[in-house]
């Protein structure tokens, strides 16, 4: 299937309506791992599939389809329509809201490095010299190099003559080695899991996963000997991989406008944020700076639109610490009547937009790494993320991180385990006290967020420096 | 559905080259989906997904695609042809794998569910006419779910079933809501009116000013959708041979030190119960019954193919995940009806919300307390409580501290869609505990 034959066998019978889109998405991926020196099963794969939209008399539905063919799209734009019918009159919004798609366009990932360039016997073998030098010890139980590229293609007509057509790679490498000695379990990982971004493999050079290996398994052994975190109230000083989460859950969730309208309080949950927060609340400290920010060369959710065809545009999410806009596409913001951004966002074919995270950024500060280190008379330095749990309205939160490094009159000290913090998004951002510079800025993201019914995962990207807060309750593990 | 796979079935056989082999398996649905927001329809529509995931085998190598099927003929024929080519292409530079185990037993299996299933319309407006004037937020999900399994050497196993699943929340006001579903074969008024009266009375509670409680140690009642949450955390490597052999398995202590649950703790994969099919994707049956947890020791690890041949055990027809796919924790001997009057003072938690580990190896969970989270004074519910983090280590909550399990069970269609409708259910007690911390 291709993007030309997807649009002539569709607009062989087009939906019998005058508001119309139809969305395409192709994707081709394929996983790559060698664990313990065994490659394991090589899975290649071809997902392709539409979703047809049709709005007719106040009503709206959607019929999504693997079945391609001139008549699997008429009997899918059928359908749509009967489910427009039976919503209209019904909906708890008003369709006529949303502008029709007109616009026109293109947008392409750049790959320095492509995919294809290195063939696969070549990936293979480097895979296996990466888990090799994973295995540093013989008490690491378990460990595991992986790759997982996907070549995604969407195209999205709407009934106005509207044509988006956008081409991506994503690429997400994994790096994990477990350690144990009798009750003790200890895991590090290339940052948490959470290293997703737009590109080629020169994005692997560039995060320096062919370094990597050897640190990642010295210091799961390292963590098997540590002592655990000592529990009190401390200053903390977070890495760019557990910032990332932080962002995420505390402030990325609590702006999404369709959970602060409602839509997903019976699963993802609500918001502790109010429509008449945006403009005058103040969500942390002055060094707060957070952008929406789709276009930022790979990072995995840069886009030139977004799924219901709204141009991506760089907006201010918080300033100097004050609340702005929130995350909410076309359709939110018409509910809400609040300016949001380009954000409609599905996970496939096979699943409606929403409002979800793109690329949600911390704008960097002006303090290096060892300046914020230095201004610790006691506290903890965390890295790469292993836990989090946060309320449905996303407010009382405690994270736990694989690392930890206790920080004693202004030095780096000792590593400890089982590193956990837990706090109230409400206060916690007031306490941020220092925003690492550039130097300590790293571009991450997720494949994994979860949200909406019916269920999507969805790839969201953080870039964010690394961040210095005051008085956080820190402890350990042990029962 | 069945047909068609067949059909693929038999396409697969003649692209077939000398001594290689095939393993086919497929999934399909053809799903309902109206989401609900203050008791109108938010999104609405139907999907239709047909999924292969076809493994080519050849001798001790094998390659893997997963592709979504048209359902037509001509476009399907067209693209597994394309597939097997390029998977031949593959096999030449793939290595042997030692850990490849399939089922060399050809076997024949049929489970045809009957469709019994409202048309969406009338489930629509049976929803939104009785969600007039609440606050009611959710999604109704309903249609048909087919699983199937053939290889080249002869297995054909197929599943069907049909059921709807509508999960729900009636809210009061900011986060103050009672959850429920309702869920089945056949949609029942007079049940779903039940379902409706019983959360519109635990609403009324809801009204009533929250309790804000310090945090410290609790008396608590987990209802069997806040166990199912706890369970499914467990089962995060907890039930898996894999985890347990590299030592990644939250329950360490049980198979390092002999740590026991409660006596009155019997966990099992009961196939026989659920609704999952009796197959799995590399051709083994599924048996009715896995003990995992028996009387509070730990017994068998759920066992993938893969895993046995790298341990060396027979497997138990595991996924690959090796988790619980139909989840039976034995009654105990409490009746409902005392619940109140034996938890006299405490916590009635209707649902968890957001579990992770604080500290895997010692099995200790965080997580929220979320929805209708009562109050109870004098063995009768007082009102709402502000949502609180509990912080608590599995050998705690299903072992020193648990004092109690229900006499009746509840039989809960997980609600998951991700990908497509799960399969997984649970039958679970509730649980009385002597002591819940709650930390934030």
Redesign the interface.
């Known amino acids: 299937m291709t993007p030309e034959i997807f649009e002539r066998n569709l607009l062989q019978s087009p939906p019998r309506t005058q508001a119309w889109t139809a969305r395409l998405v192709i994707e081709n991926e394929e996983w790559l791992a060698v664990r313990q020196g065994?490659?394991q099963?090589?899975?290649?794969?071809?997902?392709?599939?539409a979703?047809i939209?049709v709005y007719d008399a106040g009503g709206?539905?959607?019929?999504?389809?693997?079945?391609?063919?001139p008549?699997?799209l008429k009997r899918?734009s059928e359908?749509?329509l009967e489910?427009a019918r039976?919503?209209a009159g019904?909906?708890?919004?008003d369709p006529a809201q949303l502008a029709p798609l007109e616009a026109r366009g293109e947008f392409r990932s750049t790959a320095a490095k492509p995919w294809a360039s290195l063939?696969?016997?070549g990936k293979?073998e480097m895979l296996q010299d990466h888990c090799a030098r994973l295995k540093v010890g013989e008490r690491i139980?378990?460990h595991e190099a992986s790759l997982w590229h996907t070549d995604a293609e969407t195209l999205i007509l709407g009934s106005r003559g509207g044509r988006i057509h956008q081409h991506f790679q994503f690429l997400v490498p994994e790096l994990r080695a477990?350690a144990?000695r009798?009750?003790?379990?200890q895991?590090r990982t290339f940052s948490g899991g959470r290293v997703a971004r737009q590109g080629g493999l020169e994005v692997l050079d560039e995060l320096g996963f062919h370094v990597a290996a050897p640190r990642i398994g010295s210091e799961a052994l390292e963590l098997l000997d540590a002592p655990d975190c000592p529990a009190g109230r401390m200053d903390l000083l977070l890495a760019a991989d557990q910032m990332i989460l932080q962002i995420h859950e505390s402030i990325g969730h609590p702006l999404e406008l369709d959970r602060i309208?409602?839509?997903e309080?019976?699963?993802a949950?609500?918001s502790f944020v109010t429509l008449d927060m945006f403009g005058s609340y103040r969500y942390g400290s002055k060094l707060l700076n957070i952008v929406f920010d789709p276009g930022v060369p790979g990072q995995v959710a840069s886009y030139g639109w977004d799924d219901d065809g709204t141009p991506a545009r760089r907006e201010y999410v918080i300033r100097d610490g004050l609340l702005l806009r929130p995350l909410g596409s076309a359709v939110s913001q018409a509910r809400a009547g609040l300016q949001g951004v380009a954000n409609a966002r599905s996970s496939g074919w096979?699943?409606?937009p929403i409002d979800r995270m793109a690329n949600l950024n911390l704008e960097p500060g002006n303090s290096r790494f060892e300046d914020m280190v230095a201004a610790v008379e006691r506290g903890i330095y965390m890295e790469s993320n292993?836990?989090?749990?946060?309320?449905?309205?996303r407010n009382?939160f405690?994270f736990?991180c694989e690392r930890g490094v206790l920080i004693e009159d202004g030095r780096l000290t000792r590593t400890v385990k089982?590193p956990?913090y837990?706090g109230?998004s409400a206060t916690f951002w007031r306490s941020l006290a220092a925003v690492g510079d550039r130097s300590t800025l790293k571009v991450l993201g997720t494949p994994f967020c979860?949200k909406g019914?019916?269920?999507?995962?969805m790839r969201v990207g953080h870039a964010t420096p690394a961040a210095l807060f005051n008085g956080v309750e820190v402890f350990?593990?042990?029962? | 559905m069945k047909a068609r796979f067949a059909e693929v079935t038999k396409e697969l056989r003649a692209l077939l080259r000398g001594d290689e082999a095939f393993l086919a398996s497929f999934s399909g649905e053809e799903a309902d989906f109206a989401r609900f927001n203050r008791g109108r329809v938010r999104q609405a529509g139907t999907v239709r997904q047909l999924f292969l995931a076809l493994d080519l085998v050849k001798g001790r190598r094998h390659v893997t695609a997963q592709l979504t099927l048209a359902g037509e003929r001509e476009q399907d024929r067209a693209r597994l042809a394309a597939t097997v080519a390029s998977l031949r292409e593959r096999l030449s530079f793939v290595p042997e794998d030692p850990h490849m185990l399939y089922s060399t037993d050809p076997w024949v299996s049929e489970s045809l569910g009957a469709n019994r299933l409202p048309e969406a319309g009338a489930a629509l407006e049976a929803i939104r006419g009785r969600g007039e004037g609440f606050d009611l937020v959710g999604i109704y999900a309903a249609g048909s779910m087919h699983s199937g399994f053939a290889s080249s050497l002869g297995h054909d196993l197929w599943s069907s079933r049909y059921t709807f699943h509508f999960d729900w929340s009636l809210y009061h006001e900011k986060d103050k809501a009672v959850k429920t579903s309702y869920a089945g074969f056949t949609w029942d008024a007079a049940g779903f009116e039940r379902k409706f009266a019983w959360a519109r009375e635990q609403l009324a509670v809801l009204s009533k000013p929250p309790v804000t409680l310090s945090p410290g140690h609790y008396r608590a009642y987990i209802a069997p959708a806040a166990l199912n949450d706890f369970l499914e955390t467990l089962s995060w490597g907890g039930f898996s041979l894999k985890a347990h052999r590299t030592r990644q398995t939250p329950l360490l202590r049980m198979i390092e030190e002999g740590a026991k649950l409660h006596p009155g703790f019997t966990l099992a994969e009961n196939t026989a119960g659920g609704v999952a099919p009796a197959f799995q994707a590399q051709g083994f049956p599924r048996p009715e019954r896995v003990e995992l947890i028996g009387r509070g020791a730990y017994r068998d690890c759920l066992i993938s193919p893969r895993s046995a041949k790298e341990y060396g055990v027979p497997t138990n027809g595991a996924q690959a995940s090796e988790t619980p796919l139909s989840y039976d924790l034995a009654a105990g001997t409490m009746p409902q009806s005392e619940v109140l009057p034996r938890l006299e003072r405490g916590l009635y938690i209707n649902n968890f919300w957001y579990l992770n580990y604080s500290d895997r190896p010692r099995c200790r969970v965080t997580g929220m307390t979320r929805f209708a989270t009562f109050w109870v004074e004098n063995g009768a519910i007082q009102a709402p409580v502000s949502v609180m983090r509990f912080d608590e280590t599995a050998y705690r909550l299903l072992g020193e501290r648990l004092s109690a399990l229900t006499r009746e069970r509840e039989f809960i269609f997980d609600a998951n869609t991700y990908g497509g409708r799960s399969q997984v259910t649970a039958l679970l007690p509730g649980l009385l505990v002597e002591d819940l911390t709650l930390t934030l």
């Open positions: 065994v490659v099963p090589i899975v290649a794969g071809e997902n392709a599939g979703m939209t709206m539905g959607y019929t999504a389809t693997s079945d391609l063919s008549a699997g899918a359908d749509a489910w039976r919503s019904r909906l708890c919004w063939p696969l016997s293979l139980v378990d477990v144990n009798e009750g003790e379990t895991t309208l409602g839509d309080r019976n699963y949950g609500t096979n699943r409606p292993n836990s989090w749990s946060i309320d449905d309205s009382k405690q736990g089982n956990n837990r109230i979860g019914e019916p269920n999507q995962i350990g593990g042990a029962a």
